[in-house]
T-cell receptor, first 107, second 115 residues
């Protein structure tokens, strides 16, 4: 079974807007990671949040984690066309990635 | 069912020796990825194969690292003249399609320790 389930499956926004995507998982975890994948390339690690953390920031990225709901969200602020990619979450328990959220940012 | 398999599961080697890590993807999967995960870190992308296209080697950390995929199936990651900083878990993944359209399934990894 997949640990990381992202939604929405696709998201289209204008440059400058914020983008929020969500991830749900099934079992208890030690950490959760978000990754980005540009078309035709491998996954790039963005940010890792530990189970005892509720929120973490990295540049324009903000990640939250709610272990009671087994969910996480990734917020990209002031989006840019270069943010166009697929975004995935994964947990440390089982490295199986879902189909991700495909983000399209229009200039 | 047959998932992604990797061998060996563990490898201890001495600094300066060469090592070969093997990955058998899920049958029929055209995309194959190699990643490295150091202790407590996220995945680091190394190399990506898609069908018969030239591989994306942009993640390889140095020219001591190379990989090949024979017959579009089995892949071998070779590390020459290993260094202690090469110690990590090396993970292979495969998917039916490239980009974000295919779920990536990971093997159990090879834990490499360079003494």
């Amino acid at each position: 079974s997949q640990q990381g389930e992202e939604d929405p499956q696709a998201l289209s926004i204008q440059e400058g807007e914020n983008a929020t995507m969500n991830c749900s998982y099934k079992t208890s975890i030690n950490n959760l990671q978000w990754y980005r994948q540009n078309s035709g390339r491998g996954l790039v690690h963005l940010i890792l949040i530990r189970s005892n953390e509720r929120e973490k920031h990295s540049g324009r990225l903000r990640v939250t984690l709610d272990t009671s709901k087994k969910s996480s969200s990734l917020l990209i602020t002031a989006s840019r066309a270069a943010d166009t990619a697929s975004y995935f979450c994964a947990t440390d328990i089982e490295l199986i990635f879902g189909t991700g959220t495909r983000l399209q940012v229009f200039p | 069912g047959a998932g992604v398999s990797q061998s060996p599961s563990n490898k201890v080697t001495e600094k300066g020796k060469d090592v070969e890590l093997r990955c058998d993807p899920i049958s029929g999967h055209t995309a194959l990825y190699w990643y490295r995960q150091s202790l407590g870190q996220g995945l680091e992308f190394l190399i990506y194969f898609q069908g018969n296209s030239a591989p994306d080697k942009s993640g390889l950390p140095s020219d001591r690292f190379s990989a090949e995929r024979t017959g579009g199936s089995v892949s071998t990651l070779t590390i020459q003249r290993t260094q202690q900083e090469d110690s990590a878990v090396y993970l292979c993944a495969s998917s039916l399609a490239d980009g974000g359209r295919g779920t990536q399934y990971f093997g159990p990894g090879t834990r490499l320790l360079v003494l």
